[in-house]
């Protein structure tokens, strides 16, 4: 069936540096899109959102970017903490509120 | 957003037995889900739970294997039955949001079967 999925498992990111977290979709009828960040030991916390009517959405510190002509989602985060250190996921909303969520990608803040 | 809680937050439990799952929201939602993420996985719908009808399963989940009440619009339960340790993960409940595509989730509960 149709899946979402990342392109990199573990991403190495030096604090203060920008970090990119990439993921692609399948199903082209999509029209919702979610990142969550997930800390060691808690749930998936929501992060941003954006609609298929939409290229770009920012919030504080983050960005993503949709590209439907790739199928490709992109989550930007500006500065990098060590508190960013997560796994991100990112999900696409298949239809009356079912979550469909990528494999996940580890980010690793360096000092 | 909705402040979702759950019970136990982790439990050892011994393979042949279940377990019950709780989940406790702070405000009325029509449509609650539960999630299973398996160790160093990525997160999978279980079921749908809304108020007032039998849960909604998604393909390789069965309702005898994970029975889900949904008594009120702030409570449900998913209860692990006849557990064997390939059921050891986290479980996870979630909510929609206001914007109704949006879904926040709770602190999960983590199983270990021996």
């Known amino acids: 069936g149709e899946s979402v999925g990342l392109h990199l498992p573990t991403l190495s990111v030096q604090e203060g540096d920008n970090s990119i977290i990439n993921c692609a979709y399948s199903n082209s009828a999509s029209d919702y899109f979610i990142w969550y960040k997930q800390e060691s030991g808690k749930g998936p916390q929501f992060i941003i959102d954006?609609?298929?009517?939409?290229d770009k959405r920012q919030g504080q510190r983050v960005t993503v970017l949709l590209n439907k002509t790739v199928k490709h989602l992109s989550l930007q985060i500006a500065a990098t903490q060590p508190g960013d250190s997560a796994v991100y996921f990112c999900?696409?909303?298949?239809?009356?509120?079912?979550?469909?969520f990528g494999a996940g990608t580890q980010v690793v803040v360096t000092p | 957003s909705a402040v979702i809680s759950q019970k136990p937050s982790r439990d050892i439990c011994q393979r042949g037995t279940s377990l019950t799952i709780q989940c406790q929201v702070d405000?009325?939602?029509?449509?609650m889900f539960w999630y299973r993420q398996q160790p160093g996985q990525s997160l999978t719908l279980i079921a749908t739970?809304?108020?007032?009808?039998?849960?909604?399963?998604e393909s390789g989940f069965v309702i005898d294997k994970f029975p889900i009440s949904r008594p009120n619009l702030t409570f449900s339960t998913l209860t692990v039955s006849n557990m064997s340790p390939e059921d050891s993960s986290i479980y996870l409940c979630?909510?929609?949001?206001?914007?109704?595509?949006?879904?926040?989730f709770g602190p999960g509960t983590r199983l270990t079967v021996l």
């Open positions: 954006i609609r298929s009517n939409m």
């Open positions: 405000s009325q939602v029509t449509m």
């Open positions: 979630s909510v929609e949001g206001q914007g109704m595509y949006e879904q926040f």
């Open positions: 999900a696409e909303n298949s239809g009356w509120g079912k979550l469909q």
């Open positions: 739970a809304n108020q007032g009808s039998e849960a909604t399963y």
